[in-house]
Structures are given as structure tokens and as C-alpha cells.
């Protein structure tokens, strides 16, 4: 007869353990005893990352409207829906800072200093065009840079990176697109 398995018991009891664990920290938000980074230096970090985001909604709506000019419209349409899509990156990042007890800095001053792309308008639809493909680019390697960095001490914010580096990485891609499709060669080297 095989031996009563005991191995479920210190299973179940570790399963209580990190239940009563968790519920004593549920005011601490998602953070529990076993997250292994600096919660305040993680905030800090992200409080770059959703000035970033901040800075990208803006500057890609601003774009989406100011465009102008011969076969502007389809170009309209992809920074609008760039637009869209840090707008849901910018939440994402908000909402991660809250989870790990920390207030999401929205505050216009002094923004453009937190964030690791610029504001910049561009002064016709290349140059918009270019100054996006710019943006863009610092944020992939900023955010690269910050997934290594998390690595395993912290799997929720880099999941959640890593998810906003594949749309940020497209992002390039189609700027790329658009500035071969309107200069013939891309301006930037690669
Ligand atoms: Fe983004
Ligand atoms: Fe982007």
C-alpha cells in the first residue's frame, strides 16, 4: 500500500499561509512579502515610464489633428490610432503604480523633464513623421532596458513591459513605413 500522501498537506498549508499572508498585506495593495525589487525605486521608475506615455498621447494627438497636406488623411488615421494605444499604455502604467501603493504623477509640471521622449510638433507631416520614429525609439530601448532590469524580482511590471515594448516596437515599424512611403529612404539610420 502506498504510504498516506503527506506531501499535499504542507501544500495546502503553504497555500493558507500565503492567503493569510496576502490578506494581511491587502492594504499594501498587489505587493506582497515575497516581491523582491525596491517597491519605491520600481514607483520611481514608472513614474518615468507614464510621463513617457503621457508625452506620447499628447504629442501623437496633437499630430492627428495638425497633419495636413496631399495623402495626409491615412497618416491622420495611424497617429490617431497611436494616440489611442498609449493612451491604454499611459493607463496600464497608472494603474501598475496604484497596485504597488504609489499615487501616478499626472502632474503637467514639470512633465516633460520626467519623460524619456520629447514633445516635439514637427513642422509638416515628414517632420512629424520623423520626430515620432525618434520618440519611438528611445521609448524601445528605454523599455528593454527596464525589462532586463525587472527581470524576475518584479514578473507583473515586466509582463506588463514587455507588452507595451511589442505595440511601442510596431509603433516604429509603421513610422519607418511612412517615412519611406513619403521620402523614399528613411531619414535615420538604423
Ligand atoms: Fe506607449
Ligand atoms: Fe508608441
Known amino acids: 500500500?502506498?504510504?498516506?500522501d503527506k506531501?499535499?498537506?504542507?501544500?495546502?498549508?503553504?497555500?493558507?499561509?500565503?492567503?493569510?499572508?496576502?490578506?494581511?498585506?491587502?492594504?499594501?495593495?498587489?505587493v506582497t512579502a515575497a516581491y523582491v525589487g525596491d517597491v519605491q525605486q520600481t514607483i520611481d521608475i514608472l513614474q518615468t515610464v507614464l510621463a513617457t506615455e503621457i508625452v506620447c498621447v499628447l504629442r501623437y494627438t496633437m499630430h492627428s489633428i495638425a497633419a495636413a497636406g496631399i495623402s495626409s488623411d491615412s497618416v491622420k488615421k495611424e497617429f490617431a490610432e497611436h494616440a489611442r494605444e498609449e493612451r491604454e499604455h499611459m493607463t496600464a502604467v497608472a494603474e501598475r503604480i496604484n497596485q504597488l501603493g504609489g499615487k501616478p504623477d499626472f502632474n503637467p509640471e514639470g512633465l516633460a523633464t520626467r519623460s524619456a521622449s520629447q514633445y516635439a510638433e514637427g513642422e509638416n507631416l515628414v517632420d512629424m513623421i520623423r520626430e515620432n520614429l525618434i520618440a519611438e525609439r528611445i521609448a524601445?530601448?528605454?523599455?528593454?532596458?527596464?525589462?532586463?532590469?525587472?527581470?524576475?524580482?518584479?514578473?507583473?511590471?515586466?509582463?506588463?513591459?514587455?507588452?507595451?515594448?511589442?505595440?511601442?516596437?510596431?509603433?516604429?515599424?509603421?513610422?519607418?513605413?511612412?517615412?519611406?512611403?513619403?521620402?523614399?529612404?528613411?531619414?535615420?539610420?538604423?
Do not use: C, Q
Open 1 to 4: 500500500m502506498d504510504a498516506p
Open 7 to 30: 506531501s499535499a498537506k504542507p501544500f495546502l498549508s503553504d497555500v493558507t499561509t500565503l492567503r493569510a499572508r496576502a490578506r494581511k498585506h491587502l492594504a499594501d495593495g498587489a
Open 140 to 190: 524601445v530601448e528605454h523599455y528593454r532596458e527596464l525589462i532586463r532590469y525587472f527581470g524576475d524580482d518584479d514578473p507583473t511590471t515586466r509582463v506588463m513591459l514587455e507588452g507595451i515594448l511589442g505595440v511601442e516596437e510596431e509603433h516604429a515599424n509603421d513610422m519607418h513605413d511612412l517615412l519611406v512611403a513619403h521620402e523614399g529612404v528613411p531619414m535615420l539610420p538604423d
